[in-house]
């Protein structure tokens, strides 16, 4: 069983377009996180979400939004695709609030291209 | 910015021991040692975790130096599988921001037969 899963896998887009990645957990976590990992390989942390409540939210422009319409669920929406949004997402949980010292379960990973 | 300095790549025999040094000398008392790893296209994937004391999973051991400025992790008898980028970070015992995992460069490790 998946603990934590990604949809798409994959996402190819237009510049200008909108776009959502989806994140699931089956662990019965608490808190939920997205990351960015760019061409060079860098892993950035982009938010955070205890129990559906934003607690974390790293300098990302207000084109990204994260929603949390459970707290098993932590989708990623993505306004006016840019080139630099190309990367890949990845979505992670931990079981307590963000940044304590428990440890994060990540995702397969999205891999956005944007042309 | 990360705070750890890691060699950016290492080899290592099939079925030997992998160690993996890691520098952390500006390490806080409330900061643990954590490490990840990222086999190729998958997510980052815990190992373990440290304070002060050694510690051992089943996956590896890790040893932190008594002043903590340093920790090795060691994979006892590597396969194949273990080829990924090793991830040292170090991490606040207390919530928000300080708490992030912060991704540096890591250690590329190739297993070779």
């Known amino acids: 069983d998946t603990a934590v899963s990604q949809t798409p896998k994959y996402l190819v887009t237009q510049m200008g377009n909108d776009k959502s990645i989806k994140c699931e957990q089956n662990?019965?976590?608490?808190?939920m996180y997205w990351y960015k990992q760019d061409s060079k390989k860098f892993l950035k942390i982009m938010f955070s979400?205890?129990?559906?409540?934003?607690?974390i939210n790293e300098t990302v422009p207000n084109r990204f939004s994260p929603k949390s319409p459970d707290k098993a669920h932590l989708n990623l929406h993505i306004n006016s695709l840019e080139l630099g949004d190309s990367a890949v997402y990845f979505c992670?949980?931990?079981?307590?609030?963000?940044?304590?010292?428990?440890?994060?379960?990540f995702g397969p990973g999205t891999r956005l291209t944007v042309l | 910015d990360a705070k750890t300095t890691q060699p950016p790549s290492m080899d290592c025999a099939e079925g030997r021991a992998a160690n993996l040094p890691c520098n952390h000398s500006?390490?806080?008392?409330?900061?643990?040692v954590y490490w990840y790893r990222q086999i190729h296209s998958q997510g980052p994937q815990y190992i373990i975790h440290?304070?002060?004391n050694n510690e051992t999973n089943e996956m590896a051991s890790l040893i932190i130096t008594e002043d903590r400025k340093s920790s090795t992790l060691i994979l006892p008898h590597a396969t194949l599988r273990d080829t990924a980028v090793y991830y040292c970070?170090?991490?606040?015992?207390?919530?928000?921001?300080?708490?992030?995992?912060?991704f540096g460069k890591g250690t590329k490790l190739s297993v070779k037969p």
């Open positions: 992670a949980s931990s079981q307590g609030l963000a940044g304590r010292t428990d440890t994060q379960y």
């Open positions: 662990l019965g976590h608490d808190t």
């Open positions: 979400y205890n129990n559906k409540e934003l607690i």
């Open positions: 500006t390490i806080s008392g409330n900061e643990y």
């Open positions: 440290g304070l002060k």
């Open positions: 970070i170090v991490r606040s015992h207390y919530g928000g921001s300080q708490g992030n995992l912060i």
